[in-house]
């Protein structure tokens, strides 16, 4: 019988002996391992900075049904997610970005490419940020400033 077990987790047969799991180890989607940098998932949870988008990450899955307080260990399990799945998207861009050195908001799009909800929610991120910036310049016109000198005390 221990012959039989032997033969059969030397490269065939069987799978359920009691060596074999039949659990596949993960697979990284994005091709070939990189280096991660300090703070990554790689290093113990003690050991960087504790719940960063706890509070955030409560409040979104308050919004999607969760309980009002979730457990720190299911906030803790969601953000280990989130921080992984950033660090990758961070390393994706700057393989991008490689030869020019400097990562930028192209890259970040590239990246996320086959993604339309992503690519389509960063697209309107972005227009929604030089909407502001076009507001906040409109809004500094020295005529409008009281601090500046401008018109001061003109009845409306």
Request: hydrophobic content about 35%; glycine content about 8%.
């Amino acid at each position: 019988m221990d012959q039989q077990q032997d033969a059969s987790n030397q490269g065939g047969g069987n799978f359920s002996t009691s060596n074999h799991t039949g659990v596949v180890p993960p697979v990284r989607r994005t091709g070939a391992p990189l280096g991660r940098p300090p703070g990554s998932t790689n290093e113990p949870r003690n050991k960087r900075k504790k719940y960063v988008f706890a509070k955030e990450l409560k409040q979104l899955m308050y919004g999607f049904g969760d309980v009002p307080n979730p457990s720190n260990d299911a906030v803790g399990v969601l953000e280990d997610m989130l921080i992984e799945y950033l660090t990758d998207t961070c390393i994706q861009a700057a393989a991008v970005a490689e030869k020019r050195g400097k990562v930028n908001v192209e890259d970040f799009k590239f990246v996320l490419r086959k993604d339309a909800k992503k690519r389509a929610r960063v697209e309107e991120l972005l227009y929604m940020n030089e909407d502001i910036r076009r507001a906040k310049k409109i809004a500094d016109i020295p005529e409008l400033d009281n601090s500046k000198g401008g018109a001061k005390d003109v009845p409306l």
